[in-house]
């Protein structure tokens, strides 16, 4: 057990040190073959350790093509933020491609998040969102058209600024977070494979008590990594009781 155990540990040890110090992102790695006949290992060892890799964000297989060297995920904060300041906290550039800006009738679903009646008037707005010139996100907006007149010719660069502007910059909201698997235009737009895995975070945000915006946003999930601060709740305390 020990000498199988020091073997994964050699294969796992060499592909971190050319991944992290040899090579750069996306570049390939060594076939399994390759590593196999390099170290007198089975492609089981090699597994394991490529296996290893891929859940520490070291290494990404991508199917039919072999392995590569993983780029450096965003951490991506759950709080009421855009993207864009977002990716300028990061020291990344965000720039928006706008593919749909239209004014149409709300649906069921829409008229709910947003607390007006079925068929009323919203702006929907669809974007690709870039940061550092790579297709990040794909989102899907949609804000009561009688909050936010004549927003869509032509649509703002940053929404969120547009809000502030108009004096309806959302102070607080809620997150829904799925893991899912992109649809053939996600997959088309994020430059990923269809099928590949995302995760999608539907957005209801307010300012004051006002529905402002509901949204559906699709991450790359081999470029993203969600994270949430937590904390143990404090203990409640009950009064005594006199007797």
């Known amino acids: 057990m020990r000498r199988g155990t020091l073997k994964y540990v ?4 060499y592909l971190r040190t050319l991944a992290t110090q040899e090579l750069a992102a996306g570049d390939p790695l060594p076939s399994e073959r390759e590593l196999c006949d390099r170290f007198g290992v ?3 060892t090699v597994r394991q350790a490529v296996d290893a890799l891929v859940v520490d964000g070291v290494l990404e ?6 392995m590569f060297v993983a780029r450096p995920k965003v951490d991506l904060q759950v709080r009421l933020t855009s993207f864009s300041e977002e990716m300028r906290r990061r020291g ?3 720039s928006v491609k706008h593919l749909r800006a239209e004014v149409v009738p709300a649906d069921t679903r829409i ?3 947003l607390e007006i009646d079925p068929a009323d008037p919203v702006v929907h707005l669809h974007q690709l969102r870039f940061a550092d010139g790579e297709p990040m996100s794909v989102q899907h907006c949609w804000l009561a058209e009688a909050l936010v007149p004549n927003i869509v010719d032509p649509p703002p660069e940053s ?3 547009e809000l502030d502007r108009r004096g309806v910059l959302p102070a607080w909201g809620e997150d829904a977070v799925e893991a899912g698997e992109a649809d053939a235009e996600e997959a088309a737009l994020l430059g990923i494979g269809k099928g590949r895995a995302v995760l999608r975070i539907f957005r209801r945000a307010f300012s004051r008590d006002l529905a402002v ?9 081999d470029r993203y990594t969600l994270w949430v601060p937590v904390a143990r709740p404090q ?5 005594s009781q006199r007797r």
């Open 10 to 13: 050699r294969v796992r040890d």
């Open 42 to 44: 089975s492609r089981m």
């Open 61 to 66: 297989r991508v199917h039919g093509r072999g």
């Open 92 to 94: 990344m550039t965000p």
């Open 111 to 113: 008229a709910a998040a």
């Open 159 to 161: 929404l969120y600024a």
């Open 213 to 221: 915006e509901f949204s559906e946003a699709v991450y790359r999930a």
């Open 235 to 239: 203990p409640s305390i009950i009064p």
